[in-house]
């Protein structure tokens, strides 16, 4: 069975710093990918950044980065210098064999002006 | 413009009225998935789709239904809705199952309330 943990129900962050957002996973799979997705008050979902079990490089897009640590299973969202508008739930997931997502619980990210 | 649409966006319904919620895609997507999102519990699967007629369980299908007829549309239908049905519901398509290129793309969402 995978699992997806997220331990930081809310963050808080001053605008123009950095933030990572922490997830761990476990699953029995050797091939999988990892995701991050925003979703903002208005509700919808929005896929930022994917990250494949055999990738050796972190993905990166834009002003959002994955540390990707294979070992620790753990595949946190890095997003620098952040601004107003990235205030959402972040969702982490996995998806392996199985063809079933799995979402962690999700962490509310407030930046403060 | 790509997209995945939902109808209706907001549902207010009483327990036991059969009722349907569309969701289409334009993407020729072979991938489709229906999710429920309740507070604190993050989005959990209903059933998804592989391609045309074929459908399977996800993690919480009691109490819905699917269908895949064509390829655009899955449509979840709850036969017979109870309260414990109430949650924002997702539809969701991509283009692969595994491998970069399988990011889901999530319709805006039906808030469905069941009195």
Known sequence: ?113 | EAQVTQNPRYLITVTGKKLTVTCSQNMNHEYMSWYRQDPGLGLRQIYYSMNVEVTDKGDVPEGYKVSRKEKRNFPLILESPSPNQTSLYFCASSHKLSGRGDEQFFGPGTRLTVL
Not at chain 1, 10 to 31: N, R
Not at chain 1, 64 to 92: E, P, T
């Open chain 1, 1 to 113: 069975a995978q699992k997806i943990t997220q331990t930081q129900p809310g963050m808080f962050v001053q605008e123009k710093e950095a933030v990572t957002l922490d997830c761990t996973y476990d699953t029995s799979d050797q091939s999988y990918g990892l995701f991050w997705y925003k979703q903002p008050s208005s509700g919808e979902m929005i896929f930022l950044i994917y990250q494949g079990s055999y990738d050796e490089q972190n993905a990166t897009e834009g002003r959002y980065s994955l540390n990707f640590q294979k070992a620790r299973k753990s595949a946190n969202l890095v997003i620098s210098a952040s601004q107003l508008g990235d205030s959402a739930m972040y969702f982490c997931a996995m998806r392996g064999g199985s063809y079933i997502p799995t979402f962690g619980r999700g962490t509310s990210l407030i930046v403060h002006p």
